[in-house]
């Protein structure tokens, strides 16, 4: 596991971590607020931010509590959305060269901002450093913000009274709105969400996200072998560029 020796070259990488750290990890303070106003306790809100740990996978969790739907269901929906973690772990393995039982450490701080600040360096040092620094202080901060939220949740009483039961739905797609910078994953994103209104009156609550996130997934691949993957990466990589990636589906 990185230990941190700084060489002068490393500060600017720290840096930039910590910035991502302390601007993702702040936002913690709304699922805190948005767990307990889903009828989860403090103690519950707290140990999904510590265990769970991965922003996306919590507010769908605590939204399907919200709307009514089981434990079991959240959970699955959770599980659903947190599985390209898994992926990530995959590629940053061969840069993080971490074994034994401090692949258990690392892989909990596996999440979007710590992957990000990894994959893009130019040196393995580098990804290492991006990816500890970065991963490390938003679990501390996201689950500090988590308890602060989560109290003030309490203290506010009935969310209906002030709206907050849409606040999941808002907080979640302002977290998957920015992702959305090409148009196979804008036509993912519609498929999915098309399909979970279309089955919300004839399914139990909870349901329509997976039953959507199934769609998204077989849209998804469709497109994958339709398009070939490194066009579908050429697209993703140049959002804006008519030259690359186009035609029609």
């Known amino acids: 596991m990185w230990r941190p020796d700084l060489a002068p070259g490393d500060r600017s990488v720290v840096v930039d971590s910590l910035g991502v750290g302390l601007a993702t990890g702040a936002y913690g303070i709304s699922f805190g607020a948005i767990g307990t106003a889903s009828g989860l306790s403090v103690l519950q809100t707290c140990v999904l931010s510590l265990l769970m740990f991965s922003g996306a996978s919590q507010f769908a969790f605590a939204g399907v509590v919200a709307a009514g739907g089981s434990a079991v269901t959240g959970g699955v929906t959770a599980v659903l959305l947190g599985s390209r973690n898994m992926f990530y772990g995959l590629g940053l393995a061969p840069r993080l060269r971490v074994g034994g039982w401090r692949r258990l450490v690392a892989a909990q701080i596996v999440i979007d901002e710590s992957t990000a ?124 560029d008519p030259h690359h990636g186009g035609g029609a589906p």
Request: charged letters at 15%.
């Open 117 to 240: 600040m990894g994959v893009a360096r130019e040196t393995d040092r580098h990804a290492r450093i991006g990816f500890y620094v970065t991963g490390t202080s938003v679990f501390v901060l996201w689950n500090l913000m988590t308890f602060l939220g989560a109290l003030a949740g309490n203290a506010l009483g009935d969310p209906r009274t002030y709206g907050l039961d849409a606040a999941v739905g808002a907080a979640f797609l302002a977290l998957l709105w920015p992702r959305l910078t090409a148009w196979p994953q804008r036509l993912v994103a519609l498929s999915g969400a098309l399909v979970a209104v279309g089955t919300v009156p004839v399914t139990p609550a909870g349901a329509p996200i997976i039953v959507g996130g199934a769609v998204a997934v077989v849209v998804g691949l469709w497109l994958t072998r339709r398009r070939g993957a490194d066009a579908i990466a050429d697209e993703l990589e140049h959002p804006d």
